[in-house]
Nanobody, 122 residues
């Protein structure tokens, strides 16, 4: 059983930055993803990183502004969010997927954190 704990959310003005962290147990075997869910909307893919950190992918809406990274020695995955927009406001979740292949689909992920709120004011 993998436990995921997100941190780093908060309130920021448009154009600002935040860095989310997700600490995990038994970390290195998992592909790690970040997802988000805004009120009244479905949970959506944000970013994913392979087990060795060598490959990443992003949603079109965040590409060029967000960066996913991982430190396997620290059992932590990060999401650096720059140039934040009000439409980035959501609860952000980190998720772990067993195996090498990355996925943008929520149902492919085996474990989820509790989420951290990100609010971007205009």
């Amino acid at each position: 059983q993998v436990q995921l704990v997100e941190s780093g959310g908060g309130l920021v003005q448009a154009g600002g930055s935040l860095r989310l962290s997700c600490a995990a147990s038994d970390f290195s075997r998992y592909t790690m993803g970040w997802f988000r869910q805004a009120p009244g909307k479905e949970r959506e893919f944000v970013a994913v990183i392979r087990r060795n950190g060598g490959s990443t992918a992003y949603a079109d809406s965040v590409r060029g502004r967000f960066t996913i990274s991982r430190d396997n020695a620290q059992n932590t995955v990060y999401l650096q969010m720059n140039s934040l927009k009000p439409e980035d406001t959501a609860v952000y979740y980190c998720a772990a997927k067993d195996g090498e292949l990355p996925s943008t689909n929520t149902y492919r992920y085996d474990y989820w954190g509790q989420g951290t709120q990100v609010t971007v004011s205009s």
